[in-house]
């Protein structure tokens, strides 16, 4: 890791930010709908990973996708006018928040479905291995999934296969509401080196420490030599999402909120750059939020006698129900 | 079992290996996954392995939940998946990757992505003494999702639907009957055309009563009218896709005949036979109330095969069903 990369760690990381704030007030005032997960406090673990991807890499992500599918390049302006239910919106308004995908960038779907993620990324990553390709799969998931089958079934099976897939654990401690301690026996890294992974844990705080970890993670994983498993410790600044937060649902000590928001990877690596350089990129990353939300809020929105569209490949005829 | 079926056993199992063959051969996107299909467990996937080779006939472990979902990811990455699995019921444990994830995606990501996945059950309905978890035919669940599926009834058809489900860009279920996968058939002579999904086909013309036949039952309902013959002359449509259904065809039959009857392998509750039926009673001219035969609801089919014989359809209730229609 070389100090010229951290610019722009720094601005993916801000970028995200102030997105998912932006995005918070709107789902919280209405103006976006249904419910959004805010990443808030993890950007971290997503820039510190995608730093080490390029276009052609594959991600698969979760329902708190937005900090994964920005870190890995997509556009904020074709985001936000996916959250705000759009024909400009990657998924021309079909997806939301929870199914952002952006396939020109490899980005495989956020998912509604916790763990859902892992066995796709193994296929994918089987398609690119059997093609002779070198593009790795970065699967990102929660605590809360290590106890779906699935996710310890693609764990098996990349193994195996041998698999290029890196399996990024983002432990924030909770799902929804039920602690780590409650939900998990046996600990996530370990779980891992049952199926034979390549395993590690990293300050998921800290983004250098991510970038570098996951670094070393993936040059195994490019060689050839299987899957690996990473398990970063993070934190979610806010709730579980935009409903609870709108509730005032906490089930968290004050206090261990507060002591996580005094390892803002934000301001701890914005420390290291000096107040011009943060200044600057802060007031650059504003300005394409804003842009972003102009763009979201201008852009058209999809006619409901197309609400099928997309669904099957060819002209299907599907029988009327609702519409009469 | 190694190698092709046996050229004097020319029947269903056939038919369908064969079309692995030829769609493997023809698409090196094409791979196969599943329990045990290197050996042809099921008998479908013979002489795939040796064939094509580990790199395209994958013998998975048994992580049904993980490798449908594999397959879905290997369809966005570019390839054509064909997911065998081993037991009907197994459907229910991948409801989750068929109905909610593959089925999904193409709408969900407005349409950035297909999800070219063939999910093969080589044997549902009722194996005659396999019981409760091992004789199911869940494929109205699948075609209540909206998922594309087929139920071949016959051999040219089994041939001609999996290449075509196995060529078509979306997810496709393909059930074949258990008890029709050791039939012979002499409808099929070994390289038959492809079958275009969606396209009902008239197995027998006739002018006074409608019966449609799914799957094994196409056999059924052909020995039945053969039967009645002398007093009742019946047309048989074999819809051969259960989803998207053919409702052009089955308009035109019945409206020709005025009468319908349908022989369906599912359960009655929410099954295909109660589609049927009801559309026919909404939009078509009858001169009788239609009638379904079908498993009854719910039916768990259970292990002494007289009561296995008892819950599964056959040709004394269409004749019964036929009669009553004619009343
Ligand atoms: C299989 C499944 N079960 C339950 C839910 C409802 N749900 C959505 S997010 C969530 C918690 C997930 O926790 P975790 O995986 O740790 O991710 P985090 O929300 O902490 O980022 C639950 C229970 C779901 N979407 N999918």
Not at chain 1, 279 to 291: F, H, L, N, P, Q
Request: contains cysteine; glycine residues 12%; aromatic residues 6%.
């Amino acid at each position: 890791m070389t100090s010229e990369n951290r610019p722009a760690l720094y601005r993916s990381m801000k970028l995200i930010r102030e997105f998912e704030e932006r995005c918070l007030a709107m789902a919280i005032a209405g103006e976006i709908d249904g419910g959004i997960h805010p990443y808030i406090g993890q950007e971290a673990v997503a820039v510190g990973i995608c730093a080490n991807l390029s276009e052609r890499d594959f991600i698969t992500s979760t329902h708190r996708g937005h900090g994964h599918v920005l870190a890995k390049g997509a556009d904020p302006r074709r985001l936000l006018a996916e959250l705000l239910g759009t024909l400009e919106g990657f998924n021309k308004g079909r997806g939301g928040s929870m199914h952002a995908a952006d396939m020109k960038l490899g980005i495989l779907g956020a998912n509604g479905i916790v763990g859902a993620g892992g066995a796709i990324a193994s296929g994918a990553a089987w398609a690119a291995k059997a093609r002779g390709d070198s593009e790795v799969v970065v699967s990102f998931f929660g605590d809360g999934a290590m106890s779906q089958g699935v996710l310890l079934e693609a764990f098996n099976l990349a193994a195996i296969w041998s698999l290029p897939v890196l399996f990024v654990c983002e432990n924030n401690r909770y799902a929804t509401s039920l602690k780590l301690e409650s939900g998990l026996a046996g600990g996530a890294a370990r779980r891992a080196e049952g199926f034979g992974l390549v395993s590690r844990g990293v300050d998921g705080m800290d983004v250098e420490a991510v970038e570098s970890a996951a670094a070393e993670l993936l040059e195994g994983v490019r060689a050839g030599r299987g899957p690996a498993f990473l398990e970063c410790e993070t934190y979610r600044f806010f709730g579980h999402h935009s409903v609870l937060e709108l509730l005032g649902v906490e089930f968290r000590d004050p206090d261990e909120v507060a002591l996580w928001r005094t390892k803002d990877p934000i301001p701890l690596l914005g420390d290291q750059l000096g107040e011009d350089v943060v200044a600057g990129i802060d007031a650059a990353v504003k300005e394409t939020i804003d842009e972003a939300v102009a763009f979201a809020k201008n852009a058209p929105s999809p006619d409901p006698k197309d609400a099928l569209m997309y669904l099957y490949a060819g002209a299907t005829a599907v029988r009327p129900g609702v519409i009469l | 079992m190694s190698g092709l079926p046996s050229p004097e056993n020319f029947g269903y199992m056939h038919a369908m290996n064969r079309a692995l063959h030829a769609e493997m051969a023809a698409d090196e996107d094409v791979f196969l996954l599943g329990e045990d299909v290197g050996v042809g467990a099921s008998g479908v996937t013979s002489g795939l392995l040796p064939r094509f080779g580990p790199e395209r006939v994958l013998d998975t472990p048994l992580s049904e939940q993980a490798f449908t979902s594999f397959g879905t990811g290997a369809a966005m990455a570019g390839k054509k998946p064909v997911i065998e699995f081993q037991i009907s019921s197994l459907i229910y444990l991948v409801f989750e990757q068929i109905v909610n994830q593959a089925h999904k995606f193409s709408l969900m990501t407005g349409g950035q992505v297909r999800i070219p996945v063939t999910y093969l059950v080589a044997g549902s309905g009722s194996r005659f003494g396999w019981a409760g978890q091992h004789s199911d035919n869940p494929y109205s669940l699948l075609a209540h999702a909206g998922v594309k599926t087929v139920v071949p009834g016959l051999a040219a058809d089994a041939y001609g639907l999996l290449r075509a489900a196995i060529q078509d860009p979306d997810p496709v279920a393909v059930f074949a009957p258990s008890s029709l996968l050791g039939a012979t058939d002499v409808s099929y002579a070994g390289e038959e055309d492809i079958v275009p999904l969606g396209q009902a086909n008239v197995v027998r013309e006739g002018g006074d009563l409608t019966v449609v036949a799914v799957g094994q039952h196409v056999g059924t309902a052909i020995e039945v009218a053969e039967s009645l013959a002398d007093r009742v002359d019946i047309e048989i449509v074999d819809p051969r896709t259960v989803y998207p259904f053919d409702w052009e065809c089955l308009r035109k039959s019945v409206d020709k005949t005025g009468r319908l009857v349908v022989i369906d392998d599912s359960n009655r509750m929410c099954g295909l036979g109660a589609e049927i039926v009801a559309t026919a009673a909404e939009e078509f001219d009858l001169v009788a109330p239609p009638r379904r035969v079908c498993r009854p609801d719910g039916t768990v089919i259970p292990y002494a095969l007289a009561l296995d014989k008892a819950l599964v359809p056959g040709a004394g209730e269409l004749t019964a069903a036929i009669d009553a229609t004619l009343k």
